[in-house]
C-alpha cells in the first residue's frame, strides 16, 4: 500500500509541472503589461523598459516559466501589483476561509448525499424517491450562485437568521455565516453524489452477492450498509473527488456572492485591477489544491475496492 | 473502392444505422420528462432563432427600443401586467431583456461544447484507436489539463484573453475539451475491435477513413448523450461568468448578467434576483432532462 | 408432516411488458436427508421456486399469489421476516449458480463466510473467524487463504468458497442451484462430489436445481421434470429412468449424449421455451411436442399419476392414471 501511494505521488509531480506549464501559457497571453500596472500613468518608456528588464519579462516563455516552477519550490508566487506584497502572503492569509468553505461543502455533498441516495435506491419509486430525484434535478440545474441570492433574500432578509455576507468571528458566529455559503457551494454536488449514490446502489442491489448474503440469513441493515453500501461508494467516491473541483471553482462564485475573504473573492479582485501575478498564483494554487485531493481520492479507492490493489501489486510484481 | 462499395463489402447496413435510432425515439417518446425537456429546448431555440430576426429585419430598432431603452419612471418597477417579469435597475423590461438573451446563453452554449467535441473527437478517436504509445502521450496531456478546475480555467483564459464572446466560447470550451476526448477514447475502444472494423481493414480502408466511416459513426451514441448533458453545464458556467462580470458586458442582456445587478439591489428588488435564475434553472434542466432521455433511450439497460 | 411440502405454489412477475407466470400451481415435497432434481431449461422457474423457499424474491416485481410452504410443519410464507432470517442459512441454505458473481468483492473470503456463522451463533469475531477457517479447509481451501477477496480465486475455489458459506451452519436443507453449471467441465464433478460428501456427512436434505438429468441421475432419489413454471413430470430417478413418459422428459433425455449408445445425431427439442407473457392456452409444451393434438392445443392437463408415485401432466402418457392430489 505505501508503495502504492508512493508511486502515485512520484506520478504527481510530472503532471504538476504540466498544470502550471499550461496555466502559465494561458496567463502569458495577457497583453497586460506589468511594468505599465506597476509604475502608473507616469511611467516614462525609459522606465518601462528598466523595469522589464529587473522582472525578466523579456526573457524567453520557458526561462521564464522554468523561474516560476523554481521560485513555486520556494514557496514565491511573485508580488502582487496591488498590494505590492508578496502573492504567496496574500494567498495564505486567505487560504484557510477557502478551505474552511470547501470543507463544509464536501462534508455536506457527502453526509446529505449519500444517504439521500441510499434511501432513494432502497425505496425506488416511493415518494421519498420521487422527491429526491426531483430536488437532484433541480440542484443540478440550478446556478449556485443565483441559489446563494435566493437564500440570502429568505434567510437573511426576511428572516433575519444567518448574516448576508462576510465571516463571523468565534465558533458561533463563524458557523452562523458559514451555513448560507456552504449550502450554497454544496447543493450541485450533493445532487450529483445523491444521484451517483441511488444509482450504483441501484446496481448493487440487484448483484447475486446480496442475494448470498440474504440467504445466510444477514439483516436488512448489514447488508444495507456492510454488502450494498461500501460497493456502491466505489464510483460515488470518484464522483466526489472530480466533484471537489467543481466545488472549487464554485467557491469563486459563493464567495463574490457571500463576499467571503477566500481565494475565490481574491482571484475576482485581481482580475478587475488586471493582477496578473495574484491570479496566476491563485489558479495554480486552487489546481494544486484539486489534484492532491485528487491523489487522496485515489488511495481512499485502493483502500475501498481491494482488486485496484491487487492490479497495483500484479503490475509492480512485488507484494 | 468507393464508399458504398466498401460498405457493402463490410456488411454495414444503412437499415441497422436507421433502426437504432427509430429504436431510440420509439423509446424516447414514452419518456414524459424528457419530451417536455425536449419541447422547452425546442421552444427556446424558436425564441433564439426569432429574436435573431426580428433583429436583422428591424435593424435592431425592435432591441434597441424593448431591450436597451432606460426608462427611469420603471426603475425596478415589480412584476405587473405591463411589465410581467418587472423592470430592472434602469428601468429596462426584464422580460424582454430575457427574450432577447436567450441567445446567447444557448448558442453559446452550444458552440462551445461543439468546439470542444470537435478537438475532444480527433484527440479521442486517436487515442482510442492507436492505443498504446499515441494513447498515452494524448491521455497524460488530457490529464494535465484535467487537473485543474473547469471554472477556475476559464477564469483564466478570460483573464488572459479579454471577454469578447469568442473567448468566452473558448474559456467554456478548453477545460471541456479532455472530457469529452476521454469519452470518445473509450467509445472507441469498445468499437475498435468489433468484426466490422476487421472486415473494413481486411478490404483495404485506410485509419483515417476507418475512423470517419466505420469507427466514430458507431461510437457516436455515448458521445451524443454526453454532449447534450455538457451543453446545460455550459449555460450554468456562461451565467456564472457573467454574473461575476468577466463574462458577456453589458448592456447586452445576457441571462446571467441580468442577475449581476440583483445583488445590490436585493432589498428594493426580489424579482432581478428570482425570475432570471429560474429561468436559466429551468433551460439547464429541460436540457438534462432531454439528455437523459436520449441516455435511457438509446441505452435501455442504463436505465434503472 | 413431511420435511419440505410445498402446496400449490403460484408466482408471478410484473414486468414492464406484462405479468409473467413464472410458477405455477407447484407441489412438491421432501423427506428429511432425501434428495430431489428439479429439472428443466433456462427460464423455466425453478431459480424462482428456490428463492421463493428462501423468501429472497426481489420484493418489488415478484408476487407470491398463493400457496404454501412448510418446513417441519411451519408455513414459511407466514413466517415474520426476522424468524424468517433466522431459518435462512441455519436451516435452510442455498448454493448459487455462478460463483463469479455470488460472492462480495469488497470483504475477504473469511469474512464472508465469518459473517454466515455470526448470524446465528453468538460468537466473537476471533471465533467466527476460525469456524471460517475450518470451513475452509473442509471444502480444500487452505486456511491461510481466509484473508485473501474473490477476485485471488479461481472459478471452482470460488464456488468451494459459496458451499462453505451455505454449510457453515449446518444447514438441514440445501438447495442448490446449478451449483457446476457455470464451472469447467473438469472441475464439475469435483465440486459435486464435495456437496454430495458434505451434505451426507451433515445428514442435510438436497434440492438440486439443473438441467442436466444426467448429475439429478447421479445426485438424487426423486425428480421433478418442469417446463415453463409447471411440473410436467414427478417420481423417483427409478420410475422415470426406467420409464419416462412425459414427451418434454424423452426430449430432454435424448438430446442429451451418451456413451454406451451409437447415436449419430443428438435430437434438440425443435423451438424455445414459450413467451412467458403469452403461454399456449392448453398443454403448455403443444407447440414444441411431436404428437400434440387439437386437445392438448385446447386444454390444460391435469397431473396423472400413471404408476405409484409416477405423475404425467400429459393427456397422451398419462390417461387412464389417476388424478395426482394430496390425500
Not at chain 1, 238 to 266: C, D, H, K, M, Q
Not at chain 3, 261 to 290: S, Y
Request: charged letters at 20%; proline letters at 4%.
Amino acid at each position: 500500500m505505501w508503495k502504492y501511494i508512493l508511486k502515485r505521488f512520484a506520478m504527481l509531480i510530472p503532471v504538476m509541472m504540466g498544470t502550471i506549464l499550461v496555466v502559465f501559457f494561458i496567463m502569458d497571453q495577457s497583453n497586460v503589461d506589468p511594468a505599465k500596472i506597476m509604475l502608473g500613468d507616469a511611467a516614462t518608456a525609459e522606465n518601462i523598459a528598466h523595469l522589464h528588464k529587473q522582472l525578466g519579462l523579456d526573457d524567453p516563455f520557458f526561462v521564464r516559466y522554468f523561474r516560476y516552477l523554481g521560485n513555486l519550490l520556494h514557496g514565491d508566487l511573485g508580488i502582487s501589483y496591488t498590494y505590492k506584497t508578496s502573492v504567496a502572503g496574500q494567498i495564505a492569509s486567505r487560504l484557510p476561509n477557502t478551505a474552511i468553505l470547501a470543507g463544509s461543502g464536501v462534508f455536506l455533498t457527502v453526509i446529505i448525499g449519500i444517504p439521500l441516495g441510499v434511501i432513494s435506491a432502497k425505496h425506488q419509486f416511493s415518494i421519498f424517491d420521487n422527491v429526491s430525484t426531483v430536488f437532484t434535478l433541480f440542484g443540478a440545474a440550478a446556478p449556485a450562485f443565483w441559489v446563494g441570492l435566493v437564500l440570502v433574500m429568505v434567510f437573511s432578509q426576511h428572516l433575519h437568521l444567518f448574516p448576508a455576507s462576510g465571516m463571523g468571528r468565534g465558533t458561533v458566529g463563524l458557523l452562523k455565516s458559514l451555513i448560507l455559503p456552504a449550502i450554497t457551494l454544496s447543493l450541485s454536488g450533493t445532487a450529483n453524489v445523491a444521484r451517483t449514490t441511488r444509482s450504483s446502489m441501484l446496481e448493487v442491489i440487484r448483484a447475486d452477492y446480496i442475494d448470498t448474503a440474504r440467504a445466510k440469513g444477514t439483516d436488512e441493515r448489514t447488508i444495507t450498509l456492510r454488502h450494498m453500501l461500501r460497493n456502491a461508494l466505489i464510483p460515488v467516491t470518484t464522483v466526489v473527488g472530480l466533484n471537489f473541483g467543481v466545488l472549487l471553482g464554485g467557491s469563486v462564485l459563493t464567495e463574490t456572492v457571500f463576499a467571503w475573504p477566500g481565494i475565490g473573492r481574491y482571484v475576482i479582485e485581481s482580475i478587475k485591477s488586471q493582477d496578473i501575478p495574484s491570479v496566476l498564483g491563485c489558479v495554480v494554487v486552487l489546481s494544486i489544491l484539486f489534484t492532491v485531493v485528487n491523489l487522496f481520492v485515489d488511495i481512499l479507492y485502493a483502500y475501498i475496492d481491494p482488486r485496484i490493489k491487487a492490479q497495483y501489486k500484479s503490475a509492480g510484481g512485488s507484494k | 473502392m468507393t464508399q458504398q462499395g466498401m460498405k457493402k463489402a463490410t456488411g454495414m447496413n444503412e437499415y441497422q444505422g436507421r433502426s437504432l435510432w427509430g429504436e431510440a425515439w420509439h423509446r424516447y417518446k414514452k419518456n414524459k420528462v424528457a419530451v417536455a425537456g425536449l419541447v422547452v429546448v425546442i421552444a427556446l431555440l424558436i425564441i433564439a432563432l426569432g429574436t435573431i430576426v426580428i433583429d436583422l429585419v428591424t435593424h435592431e430598432s425592435v432591441y434597441n427600443e424593448l431591450v436597451l431603452k432606460q426608462d427611469i419612471y420603471r426603475k425596478l418597477a415589480k412584476p405587473s401586467m405591463q411589465h410581467i417579469f418587472g423592470c430592472d435597475e434602469y428601468g429596462r423590461d426584464i422580460f424582454f431583456r430575457m427574450v432577447w438573451g436567450t441567445r446567447y446563453s444557448l448558442f453559446i452554449g452550444v458552440s462551445s461544447i461543439l468546439f470542444a467535441l470537435a478537438i475532444g473527437l480527433v484527440l479521442g478517436s486517436i487515442a482510442g484507436y492507436y492505443g498504446g504509445k499515441i494513447d498515452n502521450f494524448i491521455m497524460r496531456i488530457m490529464d494535465v489539463f484535467l487537473s485543474i478546475p473547469s471554472m477556475v480555467m476559464a477564469i483564466a483564459v478570460v483573464t488572459a484573453l479579454g471577454t469578447g464572446t469568442f473567448n468566452l466560447v473558448l474559456s467554456i470550451a478548453i477545460p471541456q475539451i479532455p472530457r469529452l476526448a476521454r469519452i470518445v477514447r473509450a467509445s472507441v475502444m469498445t468499437v475498435r475491435d468489433r468484426e466490422f472494423i476487421e472486415s473494413a481493414r481486411a478490404v483495404g480502408a485506410n485509419d483515417r477513413l476507418i475512423i470517419t466511416q466505420y469507427v466514430l459513426p458507431n461510437a457516436m451514441a455515448p458521445i451524443i448523450v454526453q454532449t447534450s448533458l455538457y451543453i446545460g453545464q455550459a449555460i450554468l458556467a456562461i451565467a456564472g461568468l457573467s454574473f461575476l462580470g468577466i463574462g458577456i458586458q453589458p448592456p447586452t442582456p445576457e441571462w446571467g448578467s441580468i442577475l449581476n445587478a440583483a445583488r445590490t439591489y436585493m432589498r428594493q428588488a426580489w424579482h432581478i434576483s428570482l425570475i432570471p435564475g429560474l429561468v436559466i434553472m429551468f433551460t439547464v434542466l429541460s436540457l438534462n432532462a432531454a439528455g437523459d432521455g436520449l441516455r435511457d433511450a438509446l441505452d435501455p439497460k442504463l436505465k434503472n | 408432516m413431511a420435511f419440505l411440502e410445498i402446496n400449490k405454489i403460484n408466482i408471478d412477475y410484473v414486468t414492464e411488458d406484462g405479468v409473467v407466470e413464472a410458477v405455477n400451481d407447484i407441489d412438491l415435497s421432501l423427506k428429511e436427508g432425501e434428495s430431489l432434481g428439479l429439472v428443466g431449461e433456462t427460464g423455466a422457474g425453478k431459480t424462482t421456486l428456490a428463492k421463493c423457499i428462501m423468501r429472497i424474491l426481489p420484493e418489488r416485481t415478484a408476487r407470491i399469489n398463493s400457496g404454501e410452504i412448510f418446513y417441519k410443519g411451519t408455513d414459511l410464507l407466514k413466517l415474520e421476516p426476522e424468524k424468517m432470517r433466522e431459518i435462512r442459512g441455519s436451516e435452510i441454505a442455498m448454493i448459487f449458480q455462478d460463483p463469479m458473481t455470488a460472492l462480495n468483492p469488497v470483504l475477504t473470503v473469511g469474512e464472508q463466510i465469518a459473517e454466515a456463522v455470526q448470524n446465528h451463533q453468538k460468537v466473537d469475531d476471533a471465533e467466527a473467524m476460525k469456524k471460517a477457517e475450518e470451513m475452509l479447509e473442509l471444502v480444500g481451501i487452505p486456511a491461510a487463504r481466509s484473508s485473501e477477496y474473490p477476485h485471488q480465486f479461481s472459478g471452482g475455489m470460488r464456488q468451494r468458497v459459496v458451499i462453505a458459506i451455505a454449510l457453515a451452519c449446518n444447514p438441514k436443507l440445501l438447495i442448490a442451484d446449478e451449483p457446476t453449471t457455470a464451472l469447467d467441465v473438469t472441475i464439475q464433478a469435483q465440486v459435486l462430489e464435495m456437496i454430495q460428501k458434505l451434505r451426507t456427512q451433515m445428514k442435510s436434505s438436497l434440492i438440486l436445481i439443473t438441467h442436466d438429468l444426467g448429475l439429478v441421475a447421479q445426485n438424487c432419489e426423486s425428480v421433478a421434470v418442469i417446463y415453463a413454471g409447471e411440473i410436467v413430470e414427478y417420481g423417483t430417478v427409478h420410475d422415470i429412468f426406467k420409464d419416462m413418459k412425459h414427451p418434454y422428459t424423452v426430449g430432454l433425455f435424448t438430446s442429451i449424449p451418451k456413451i454406451n449408445e451409437d447415436v449419430k445425431r443428438l435430437t434438440p427439442i425443435p423451438g424455445n421455451t414459450p413467451d412467458p407473457v403469452h403461454l399456449p392456452k392448453g398443454c403448455k409444451f403443444c407447440t414444441r411436442c411431436a404428437y400434440a393434438t387439437e386437445k392438448c392445443q385446447n386444454e390444460h392437463p391435469e397431473l396423472y399419476q400413471s404408476s405409484e408415485g409416477h405423475f404425467v401432466r400429459c393427456f397422451l402418457k398419462g390417461q387412464g392414471g389417476e388424478k395426482y392430489g394430496k390425500q
